[in-house]
């Protein structure tokens, strides 16, 4: 299976995640799972322009993502596939039982979050969605950059 990450990151596709994951992991598509992205061909371009060259970037709508990532699963190619928050991470895995672990990036401050790791903030209802992700078998931590140590769901809530 060539799903090499699945990962949640408020700041969608950056230098940490294209080159701290894609270079490590060897990606060569990142697919973007998000609906309104999906639909806005100026933010498209935006990141398009965080991706190096010789990686190709593709943007879905939760809709189109059990498809998508039916595809990646059956390809050779390695794949990242990221999506921007904890209720959209929840619904791909709803739809594409090929995701069996999923990686906690970056989620920031925000009005009802507190902090569980440094680059971690969830609100109770964001930890207990991750918490049912668990729950259904899937592999649930947190770890910012590949050289760091995952942290599992346990100690996040």
Same mark, same amino acid.
């Not at 940490?16 to 490590?24: D, F, P």
């Not at 140590?149 to 100690?155: F, G, I, M, N």
């Given at each position: 299976?060539?799903?090499?990450?699945?990962?949640?990151?408020?700041?969608?596709?950056?230098? &940490?995640?294209?080159?701290?994951?894609?270079?490590?992991?060897?990606?060569?598509?990142?697919?973007?799972?998000?609906?309104?992205?999906?639909?806005?061909?100026?933010?498209?371009?935006?990141?398009?322009?965080?991706?190096?060259?010789?990686?190709?970037?593709?943007?879905?709508?939760?809709?189109?993502?059990?498809?998508?990532?039916?595809?990646?699963?059956?390809?050779?190619?390695?794949?990242?596939?990221?999506?921007?928050?904890?209720?959209?991470?929840?619904?791909?895995?709803?739809?594409?039982?090929?995701?069996?672990?999923?990686?906690?990036?970056?989620?920031?401050?925000?009005?009802?979050?507190?902090?569980?790791?440094?680059?971690?903030?969830?609100?109770?209802?964001?930890?207990?969605?991750?918490?049912?992700?668990?729950?259904?078998?899937?592999?649930?931590?947190? &770890?910012?950059?590949?050289?760091?140590?995952?942290?599992?769901?346990?100690?996040?809530?």
């Amino acid at each position: 299976m060539t799903l090499a990450l699945v990962r949640v990151d408020d700041r969608y596709i950056h230098g &940490q995640v294209v080159v701290g994951w894609g270079q490590a992991l060897g990606a060569e598509l990142m697919v973007l799972v998000d609906d309104a992205v999906s639909h806005s061909e100026w933010e498209q371009e935006l990141y398009r322009m965080g991706a190096p060259p010789g990686m190709e970037v593709e943007f879905v709508s939760i809709t189109d993502a059990a498809e998508k990532t039916a595809q990646v699963a059956a390809s050779r190619r390695r794949t990242i596939v990221v999506t921007g928050d904890v209720d959209t991470l929840v619904r791909l895995c709803e739809v594409a039982p090929s995701i069996r672990k999923v990686n906690i990036g970056g989620i920031h401050q925000a009005p009802g979050r507190r902090e569980r790791l440094p680059y971690v903030f969830l609100s109770d209802a964001e930890a207990e969605q991750l918490r049912r992700l668990a729950e259904r078998g899937i592999d649930v931590s947190a &770890q910012d950059v590949p050289t760091a140590r995952p942290v599992a769901l346990s100690e996040l809530l």
